[in-house]
């Protein structure tokens, strides 16, 4: 019998340095991940990496953190490999990047274009095979998309359009690395309160996105708090692991398909 367990595992964050999945890493060590691989972006996010890596290690797992910029298949292939060297294969690999653009598309410029297509669709593939390359048979396989997907509303298109080849992507790479064991999933959370969320909305929108929700009223700040997606995520890398191929919004109601 395949051991679903966190305990004694070796994880991958793709964006794992701040936010949603700087909480994530600091949950596994809690659960007891043997080591976690702590990616981030740009050299802006350094620090936050390393006070993730402190709080990783202060609670018991080895971890290390390796920047990069993900929108090349070689970077994508180069941060595997140099993970795998330090501390091993993975058991479960997470994917949080992603870019959000809130904008009409008569105003969207070719470079946008580019730019979402980059982070948010070519980043996950990329991810997805280089996770199918090197996480341990049984191992679970997770990437954040958006709950977007399931609604209907202009200004999104660059953003929820380049989620949307994930659900694709996610159900591929369930049937293909099915044969060892490893389930492969997608998280659409609703619009989460941190810093991404709010440069790309005025006021109105805020308070829209902040009542939109069916239990917005039980949250902290009437939107997706990243204190609720985490119990999924461990789930879905844990007991859960018989859910596959799914893209799943987790948004108290915000939208639904």
Do not use: C
């Not at 609670?59 to 941060?79: N, P, R």
């Not at 969207?108 to 048979?137: C, I, P, Q, W």
């Not at 995520?233 to 398909?257: A, E, F, P």
């Amino acid at each position: 019998m395949a051991d679903h367990s966190i305990k004694g595992k070796v994880v991958i964050i793709a964006g794992g340095a701040k936010n949603l999945g700087g909480l994530v890493a600091r949950d596994l060590a809690a659960q007891g991940a043997k080591a976690i691989a702590i990616h981030y972006n740009s050299p802006a996010t350094k620090a936050e990496a390393e006070a993730t890596v402190a709080a990783v290690q202060a609670a018991g797992a080895q971890a290390v953190a390796f920047q990069a910029d993900l929108t090349s298949a070689s970077a994508m292939e180069k941060l595997f490999t140099d993970m795998v060297a330090v501390i091993g294969r993975p058991d479960i690999a997470i994917n949080t990047v992603g870019k959000v653009l809130k904008k009409p598309m008569t105003e969207t410029s070719e470079e946008e274009y580019d730019e979402m297509a980059a982070v948010n669709a070519k980043t996950a593939f990329f991810f997805l095979k280089e996770a199918g390359r090197h996480v341990n048979d049984n191992g679970k396989v997770l990437t954040l998309v958006t709950s977007l997907l399931g609604a209907y509303t202009p200004f999104y298109a660059s953003y929820e359009g380049m989620k949307a080849p994930v659900e694709h992507f996610t159900r591929a790479a369930s049937k293909e690395f099915g044969e060892r064991g490893i389930s492969v999933n997608a998280i659409g959370p609703g619009p989460m309160d941190t810093p991404f969320f709010y440069p790309a909305e005025g006021a109105d929108a805020v308070a829209y996105h902040k009542s939109a929700a069916a239990l917005s009223k039980l949250s902290k700040t009437g939107l997706t708090d990243i204190e609720d997606i985490v119990p999924w995520v461990r789930l879905l890398v844990s007991d859960g692991w018989w859910m596959t191929g799914q893209t799943i919004l987790v948004n108290g109601g915000y939208t639904t398909k």
